[in-house]
């Protein structure tokens, strides 16, 4: 069985390292063709995508996809600009969209090309099989759902980590949304005040919104802290 095995493994190495040589390879030629300068340039990005005419928002959900996939690009910019263009609704829509795609784009990548691999590690295994139970789905969703919460959170790394746990497809699709969901709506709706913030007036920001987004977790955590005491015999 392990002979068997082992054609497999290395042909998924083999496709992981071509996959990493392509994504590093694109990484560089848009950094030569100063692509990359524009897509972390806000007012630059802003003119770009307004200059595409109808064409825009398949640009903007096209350079979501691409910044969740290569860790080194940074999707804030982009859901700004979505929002300083399109407005809150329409903005938020295709940036929910290129985040979903580029989501599950990486996990399905990590998921294909690592997740077996590491079921060979001993001391990995169990931890493996304790995550496939129920509650630890949930456990693990609650996670997703979370992170995505909080836009210092890298959605990347997220992203391609849950594609190496058992986490189930659907429940990836369903906490990525939730939690894409208000937070996209919030950047998107203060993307025109998010592009001419300088630094501090961006972080601040960004605090606000991750407060905002998390006050209702923190919420429930207080509430259900607050009921198991009263529960303790006295």
Known sequence: MAMTNKPGIKSRIALGIAVLIGLMVFYWILTETGALSTLTNKRALREWVDQLGIWGPLAIIAMMVMAIVM????????????????????????????????ALLAFCIARKLGFEAIQHWPRIRPILHWLKKDRSQTGLMVVVFASRLVPFISFDAVSYAAGLTPLAFWRFLVATFAGVLPTAYLIVTFGEILITADSRGLTALLLLISSITLLPILLRLVWALHRKRKKRPS
Not at 71 to 98: E, K, Q
């Open 71 to 102: 860790s080194p690009i940074p999707s804030g910019p982009i859901a700004m600009v979505a929002g300083a263009l399109y407005g809150p609704m329409w903005g938020t829509a295709y940036v929910v969209i290129g985040a979903e795609a580029g």
